[in-house]
């Protein structure tokens, strides 16, 4: 089992900075990739970006690519979405989940893939 625990949501306005973390308690983040996802009132959750287990491979949605950029930290269990130039349309509660995998390199977008989530964060941003 894992828990994860998102923070360090909140309201901004467009144009500001927000980051947000995933921590993990349970079993270490060496053994999953890492992803976030977010969901916005009457929408479906979808993916954000996601962070493999070695580290290397990172994948980020068309909408925030050059904006967003996950990290992690090993030493704290900890997984990071630092979001940049935030637009009133990434208004959503995030997630943070995770996807046990075999191969450290695998990272997916498929929110069915993914084990175990956080309860979410709300981010909201004012025009």
């Known amino acids: 089992q894992v828990q994860l625990v998102e923070s360090g949501g909140g309201l901004v306005q467009a144009g500001d900075s927000l980051r947000l973390s995933c921590a993990a308690s349970?079993?270490?983040?060496?053994?999953?990739?890492m992803g976030w996802f977010r969901q916005a009132p009457g929408k479906e959750r979808e993916f954000v970006g996601v962070?493999?287990?070695?580290?290397?491979?990172?994948y980020y949605a068309d909408s925030v690519k050059g904006r967003f950029t996950v990290s992690k930290d090993n030493a704290k269990n900890t997984v990071y979405l630092q979001m940049s130039s935030l637009r009133p349309e990434d208004t959503a509660v995030y997630y943070c989940?995770?996807?046990?995998?075999?191969?450290?390199?695998?990272?997916?977008?498929?929110?069915?893939?993914?084990?175990?989530w956080g309860q979410g964060t709300q981010v909201t941003v004012s025009s």
């Open positions: 989940a995770a996807d046990r995998v075999i191969n450290s390199n695998y990272a997916s977008r498929n929110l069915n893939e993914y084990d175990f």
């Open positions: 349970g079993r270490t983040l060496r053994s999953y990739a």
């Open positions: 962070i493999s287990s070695s580290g290397l491979i990172i």
